[in-house]
T-cell receptor
Framework: EPEVTQTPSHQVTQMGQEVILRCVPISNHLYFYWYRQILGQKVEFLVSFYNNEISEKSEIFDDQFSVERPDGSNFTLKIRSTKLEDSAMYFC???????????????FGAGSRLTVL | KQEVTQIPAALSVPEGENLVLNCSFTDSAIYNLQWFRQDPGKGLTSLLLIQSSQREQTSGRLNASLDKSSGRSTLYIAASQPGDSATYLCAVPRGKLIFGQGTTLQVKP
């Protein structure tokens, strides 16, 4: 069964450092997403991406965050200068269709755990 | 604004019990509702997706129901097993997915 692959599975970084989290979505999917889950809290939406541009972003997704699809397969989340409160599990997801469609079924990756010290 | 709530936050049952997890949402204008399973420190595995036109979906020992008018969905797990121990999340789409906080289930042998 096709899956979404995320790397690294766990990254430890110092506050202020740049971090790039990588995702390989399912090959025929056109919509890509990042979500995060701070320990003990809800899974929260960060950003959605379609046709090489951001289609929606949450208030969490400030100027410290950026997303990119550098080639035909990877989808990355960059945090420019990490803060302690960025420590969380980051999930990548992809879907064939987007928006509020009833057919909008997201497939999630296993997550990248980011620990900021 | 759509809000999703799950009750209870945690549940512990002996093996073999049938159990019900609850999910409620404030805006009944949903396209679908999805139930996920999350194992500790792991990703989200989709269990069931119910379209707004459906009342229930079944997969093995899992049965999910949807009552849009009352803003509720339930996930019924029959004959629970220790391997069912996990956190169960429900989510509804509003462009992005809006998640409940989850119910952490422990099934004791």
């Amino acid at each position: 069964e096709p899956e979404v692959t995320q790397t690294p599975s766990h990254q430890v970084t110092q506050m202020g450092q740049e971090v790039i989290l990588r995702c390989v979505p399912i090959s025929n999917h056109l919509y890509f997403y990042w979500y995060r889950q701070i320990l003990g809290q809800k899974v929260e939406f960060l950003v959605s991406f379609y046709n090489n541009e951001i289609s929606e972003k949450s208030e969490i997704f400030d100027d410290q965050f950026s997303v990119e699809r550098p080639d035909g397969s990877n989808f990355t989340l960059k945090i420019r200068s990490t803060k302690l409160e960025d420590s969380a599990m980051y999930f990548c997801a992809s879907s064939e269709v987007g928006g509020g469609s009833g057919a909008n079924v997201l497939t999630f990756g296993a997550g990248s755990r980011l620990t900021v010290l | 604004k759509q809000e999703v709530t799950q009750i209870p936050a945690a549940l512990s049952v002996p093996e073999g019990e049938n159990l019900v997890l609850n999910c409620s949402f404030t805006d009944s204008a949903i396209y679908n509702l999805q139930w996920f399973r999350q194992d500790p420190g792991k990703g989200l595995t989709s269990l069931l997706l119910i379209q707004s036109s459906q009342r229930e979906q079944t997969s093995g020992r899992l049965n999910a129901s949807l009552d849009k008018s009352s803003g509720r969905s339930t996930l019924y797990i029959a004959a629970s097993q220790p391997g069912d121990s996990a956190t169960y999340l429900c989510a509804v789409p509003r462009g992005k997915l809006i998640f409940g906080q989850g119910t952490t289930l422990q099934v004791k042998p």
